[in-house]
């Protein structure tokens, strides 16, 4: 099965910066998207950027010029680079991976990471 788990979430002030690391394991898988969702309290999940193998980005309306996602396919990794950030962007933050191992297609969700913008 394989594994994702993201880090770097934390606290920090409007205005400032984080940046999310998610790294994908386990044996004979490739990904072919991978991709950062948030969910606030009483909230539905949503799609905040997504890059494929082939280095195409999409973005949130809200997270449009603040935030950038990029990968190392290499490594199997996706990072998420967030500037500029607001009290609205406070939200648990899972990485998401889409791709498929010997047998299967997976779609496969890390356990979460709590970004917090509060002064």
């Known amino acids: 099965q394989v594994q994702l788990v993201e880090s770097g979430g934390g606290l920090v002030q409007p205005g400032g910066s984080l940046r999310l690391s998610c790294a994908a394991s386990g044996s004979a898988f490739s990904i072919y998207a991978m991709g950062w969702y948030r969910q606030a309290p009483g909230k539905q999940r949503e799609l905040v950027a997504a890059i494929t193998s082939g280095g195409s980005t999409n973005y949130a309306d809200s997270v449009k010029g603040r935030f950038t996602i990029s990968r190392d396919n290499a490594r199997n990794t996706v990072y998420l680079q967030m500037n500029s950030l607001k009290p609205e962007d406070t939200a648990v933050y899972y990485c998401?991976?889409?791709?498929?191992?010997?047998?299967?297609?997976?779609?496969?969700w890390g356990q979460g990471t709590q970004v917090t913008v509060s002064s």
């Open positions: 998401n991976g889409k791709g498929s191992t010997r047998r299967i297609d997976f779609d496969s």
